[in-house]
């Protein structure tokens, strides 16, 4: 069975941030498109592919601008903007389990075929020599 791998490094800036607009949009964020001069030039006041937050009444929002995908704002209450953190959160744990170190079971494999592991000045010595 095969499968298809994306690592993030493979993807483009631009497929990058389409994706995190999906899950922005996913999370509650409402995408408002900069039609007007004004609302363009606003846009590019703020900082390009970040949150910044504003006080509006009790509320907080988290707004997302992007200047360079969707020439548009994404909007956000608390809720949403704690969606999308938490979706941030299980992405980076995947990525780092995805990337951690996994146990090899295979019964053809002879781990004796490559020598000794450990080191010959005793255990715990990280160098190179016979067995490393």
Do not use: I
Request: proline share 5%; aromatic share 14%; net charge negative.
């Amino acid at each position: 069975m095969g499968a298809l791998v994306v690592l993030p490094g493979c993807q483009s800036a631009k497929q990058a941030v389409a994706a995190k607009e999906d899950h922005l949009a996913a999370a509650g964020f409402l995408d408002k498109p900069a039609t007007t001069a004004a609302q363009k030039a606003m846009l590019a006041r703020l900082p390009a592919h970040h949150f910044v937050s504003r006080v509006k009444g009790k509320d907080v929002y988290y707004v997302y601008a992007d200047p360079v995908v969707c020439d548009c704002l994404y909007v956000g209450n608390q809720a949403a903007y704690d969606r999308y953190q938490q979706y941030a959160q299980t992405k980076a744990l995947l990525n780092e389990q995805a990337t951690t170190a996994q146990t090899y079971e295979d019964a053809q494999w002879n781990w004796n075929e490559w020598g000794a592991w450990d080191s010959p000045w005793g255990p715990g010595f990280v160098g190179y020599g016979p067995g490393w």
